[in-house]
């Protein structure tokens, strides 16, 4: 006969306690991510891989994006950067370095990436102006006094005169400043080409020393005193005066090129990353009146009209011709810089000392 229920307190005891404990037990396990390791998890951080002469705009816009982005999302995001020749640092991104967003200075270190298969096929569509935020031109940054009476690009061919200009097989300043010297003997040539390479080639019987990279060549001409005139971006030569306490001026020659730089994401590397979301706005809000503002303040065109209408007198006015004269990038990397190309035709095995 069972035994009443008053007669088995033992069993029922025994299940209530086996249950609490258990119940407990689950209650205070760890959780797998403390409050500092999901803080640490929603903390973001993105390469920048960018050119030569960005070094001091980016380090000033990094610091106000993170700010900006911290108080949309309430997420810290650390930006670290890599500067160098624009087209060494396109190789160095197709060759492992994982990159989020690149900045570069021609269109066509991107197209090389996106060929890669790092970036996808459209990224200029993506973001206004063709993807690029700011323009520049190229300038010549003269010693005080303009000792050698450079006025124009016909002065740079004249005997004696020593040109610094980085290497555009590496550089997109190199290349621009290639560009804009050609592009000036093609105007003033009736569209020559055989007189444009006439004159191309006797500027680069000038130029002593072919830096990688656009800082390079600057400080070639500043700091080692080495030539006359200096190809620069114009950005970087008004740094330039700014830090050379006088011993520095520029000249802008009758024309010159209109220098692009565009940027892209880096579309393998932020979905192994996971950080799409923040490197496409930390593209966009270079756009952004801050954006604007921060890169006009470090001397590249603003393209918003407000911000370029501010900062106008740092900004003379030069006739400018862009790179449809020469076909567009695509044409003009394959025809001017690719190896065998024109440049190589014309400096030979000095292009890789």
Same mark, same amino acid.
């Given at each position: 006969m ?18 609490l ?17 999901s803080?640490?998890?929603?903390a ?36 670290r ?48 102006n ?8 190229? /300038?010549?940054?003269v ?19 020593g /040109? ?34 006439t ?31 200096l ?15 006088g011993?520095?001026?520029? /000249? ?6 209109l ?19 923040v490197?496409?706005e ?8 801050e ?24 900004f ?11 076909g ?14 024109v ?11």
């Amino acid at each position: 006969m069972p035994l009443p229920l008053s007669r088995r307190p033992f069993p029922i005891l025994f299940g209530l306690a086996a249950l609490l404990l258990s119940s407990c037990a689950q209650k205070t396990q760890p959780s797998s991510q403390s409050p500092q390791s999901s803080a640490a998890a929603g903390a973001k951080t993105l390469l920048n891989v960018s050119y030569d002469p960005t070094r001091e705009f980016y380090q000033d816009y990094n610091a106000a994006f993170a700010k900006y982005w911290k108080g949309k999302t309430g997420q810290d995001v650390t930006i670290r950067q890599s500067h160098g020749g624009s087209g060494k640092q396109a190789r160095s991104v197709i060759d492992g370095s994982e990159a989020d967003v690149v900045t570069l200075g021609v269109q066509s270190d991107i197209d090389a990436i996106q060929k890669a298969g790092l970036i996808n096929a459209g990224w200029q569509s993506k973001l206004p102006n063709d993807s690029a935020p700011y323009t520049s031109t190229v /300038v010549f940054l003269v010693r005080k006094g303009n000792p050698k009476g450079i006025k124009d690009w016909p002065d740079l061919v004249k005997p004696g005169i020593g /040109v610094i200009t980085p290497n555009p097989k590496t550089s997109s300043g190199g290349r621009w400043a290639y560009l804009a010297a050609y592009g000036y003997a093609l105007k003033t040539n009736g569209n020559n080409d055989a007189a444009a390479r006439t004159y191309i080639t006797q500027l680069y019987k000038n130029v002593p020393k072919l830096d990688s990279g656009a800082r390079g060549s600057t400080e070639t001409f500043t700091k080692n005193g080495v030539g006359d005139v200096l190809l620069a971006w114009e950005n970087e030569a008004q740094l330039a005066v700014q830090q050379g306490a006088g011993q520095y001026e520029i /000249v802008r020659p009758s024309q010159s090129i209109l220098a692009e730089p565009p940027v892209a994401v880096v579309d393998k590397n932020v979905d192994k990353h996971g950080t799409r979301d923040v490197a496409t706005e930390y593209l966009k809000h270079l756009y952004t009146e801050e954006g604007q503002t921060i890169a006009a303040k470090h001397f590249y065109r603003p393209r918003l009209a407000s911000v370029a209408k501010q900062y106008a007198s740092q900004f003379p006015n030069i006739p400018l011709f862009d790179i449809g004269l020469f076909g567009g990038w695509p044409t003009a990397q394959k025809t001017h810089f690719a190896d065998g190309g024109v440049f190589d035709q014309i400096y030979g095995n000095q292009s890789r000392r």
